[in-house]
């Protein structure tokens, strides 16, 4: 069992509000080899939500305003559902201040990226979960 984010699953729990599908993780939730969750929703953020970035260890909104701490809950409450259901890994989205994996915006909201790691991402793999992101899943079937 995998877990991956929700938004890749169709699920219009994105910041803007929208999806950004994916056809291999919607086929994965279909036939029951995924969990799809949100961990910005199970931290307690609303959707639609202002933009998030990630910068010196801190989560903000575009307002300015500090989320880190609705970030680390739902960070935590995804670890849950992973220890429940026996996931070994997890597909997530790319760039996310959640979510992303190896690179995400550098919190300058100008879409410049650096390398690092979202929170929950972080927390996963420091929780043994390897950690992929639909950009890698997406390059790995193109070759």
């Not at 989205?93 to 690092?116: M, N, Q, T």
Request: glycine share 12%.
């Amino acid at each position: 069992m995998k877990l991956v984010s929700a938004c890749l699953a169709g699920v219009k729990c994105r910041y803007d509000g929208n999806s950004k599908s994916s056809k291999k993780v919607m086929e994965m939730v279909r036939k029951g080899k995924a969990i799809p969750v949100c961990p910005e929703q199970l931290g307690g953020l609303t959707t639609p939500r202002l933009a998030t970035e990630l910068i010196n260890g801190r989560a903000f909104a575009c307002d300015g305003r500090d989320v880190k701490k609705a970030l680390a809950k739902g960070a935590a409450e995804m670890l849950k559902i992973a220890k429940l259901a026996g996931c070994k890994e997890a597909i997530l989205k790319a760039k996310s201040p959640s979510c992303g994996s190896g690179e995400i915006y550098d919190g300058s909201f100008s879409g410049k990226l650096v390398k690092g790691d979202g929170i929950t991402a972080a927390l996963l793999k420091k929780n043994g979960i390897k950690v992929k992101t639909e950009d890698e899943i997406k390059a790995k079937e193109e070759k």
